[in-house]
């Protein structure tokens, strides 16, 4: 079949704040092709990403990334692939081209799989789909007590791993970070299983980071995530060498297979956590958990938004049974719950899985892309290059 | 003072092709303040930059970088880093925020040396700005004759520095590769600097690269520029440590000081090419100057537009006295010569030079902002974010 269209479809709630809640917009992908759907999602700023898929071609490798899309040959992965290649290349100047090109390529595997009946796992060689323990991601509360009481109540609804992010931690003394630590141990209970994400809060000086091991080891944390820069290499390294049981984990930033390589190979990174709707799409992710896997490393999804990415995250790492952790958003604003009418659910063993169905699964809701619909139109040279599709 | 008001105009030639030439399109920063005027030059896609400093807030760390730079105080040369630094981290998840910034940072730069009546390199702390040799850049024939004599005519233009690139290189055996690289020598004579660019033809694939280093080494070629996606610094290592005499270039695709770091870290780079325009402007371009010299690695600007992006992308290096290659656009359109009044004219010796005037020192023309103009509209839920604004 051929790529006959593609339609981007920018949501947001009515506020957006400055909370660290991806879940308040969303851009919505919409792919057609012989008769077919996919739906796919661009994580990050919806506006810039529709900029780089309808944009005047600036030269010759600074093309819009519908350059490489409409019009294509669509009849395998091989084909995704190749259009992938081709962004990469004809687009290498345009550096949100990768942010659009995800949730494309996410909705050309969607289409695949609901035209060939399969699941997208099983386009990308898997047999199964295993379960996955969803960990709850919450913020730290503004003081230790209250981080202890959001830790219980996580437990609570069902949750026996739950991460803590941003907030105080790294604001303060190592001592009042420790103080959250332990905290967040207490409220999960000993068995539960601690991550903690300090949002780059770091910079790249890894004695700072450096002074929270101790606490964090105390508290039993399974990993410590993104300490840095999304691209400071050398001080994962550096910490990575320096922490014995913590592991450090990280790569939600990369937009392209080598930085999420390098997070493993410089970094060191334990665990590796790869956003589909950033990195390209579900092709490198794929490639990503292949890498991570030959190495030891533990691949993780990296997802805040719907379930509709949620499922796209899930795919790539379906197969790997030993990779047992994954982020389920807890609590997202309501345009992401209403964006799909089904959802993924935890099992009676309290695990989710990439579901077992034609494409990613998902029902994307018409209501939801009218009610949550944010008007755009663009015009460049008297000519309009975009305007709000019809759902 | 107080950033008071920025505007991007977006420019462009009647006609863009699938030609590797920068200058058929720029997106031109005019930034006020106390009375002053500066301006920059984002290097790379106008539209999807003027939607990364226009769009709506996406969430905490995803804002548009007007957010973090409007109503800003910019006092000295520490209020631009810092601004710099909100634009990272509350950018963090917005890709083009980079690209987007290295034009506004220019532009400050710009309006920081007028309001003090000093050259940006003198703000940078340098007490001389040193003659640079430019190199004419150019595409390889399409046959090797063609690019023989394609070296005979730079020289004649009193160019004793050239580099060819991209073309038919890696598209067809090594044998004839190199019969191009032996015609660019006899063109450019036996005590002409033979540059080579091979535009990431090669991918990640060492061998193919390392099968032409026999042909560059008997041609005498100083550099290899970007045999190799902007980000396989594993490639450059392994390429770089098989390679006797010929160094290998690369970094105009850093958008951050990590990337270039890494490429002389990991990559073994003997030559960091940095575009301001792209790494986030003039600052994060300076930290790399200085990184760069204290490893023995020679630092070169990457620039492809007009002599303002040029003057811009000489100040990181101005005052290296040992560093003394630089790209001058040799061919630019007609857009990027007219875009300024005054330009960056070889001296006596043939060498160029960031000047010594305020600022920038460069002269933007207003006809040519009204000749090139491209209209551009962007309305968001029925308000408009951007349109262009008046001269």
Redo the contacts between chains.
Sequence with gaps: MKIEAVDFF?L?MPQ???????S??ALVVRVAGGGHVGWGEC??????S???F???????????VQDSVLGQTLDGPADIARMAALV??DS?????A??TFSGVEMAMWDLLGRARGEPVWKLLGYKASHGKVPYASQLFGDTPQETLELGRKARARGFRAVKYGWGPIGRGTPAEDGDHFAAAREGIGPDGILLVDV??IFGEDVDRALARLPALEKAGATWLEEPF??????AYGQLAAKSAKVKLAGGE?A??V??A??LI??GKVGYVQIDCG?IGGIGPAKAIADYASARGVTYVNHTFTSHLALSASLQPYAGLAQDTICEFPVAPKSLAVDLTSNHLKPDANGEVRAPDAPGLGMTVSEAALRQYR?????????KT?YATPAV
Excluded: W
């Design positions: 920018y947001s957006v704040t400055t909370e660290a809640d991806g308040q917009d994580e990050a700023a919806p506006l810039p529709i900029a780089a309808v944009c005047p071609m600036s030269h010759g490798v600074c093309r819009p990469e290349y290498m100047d345009l550096l949100q990768a942010h949002g780059q820069h999304a691209s400071a290499l050398e930033g937009h392209n080598f930085m390589r390098h190979d410089y950033r944010v008007d755009v139109e663009i015009k460049v040279g008297g290059l």
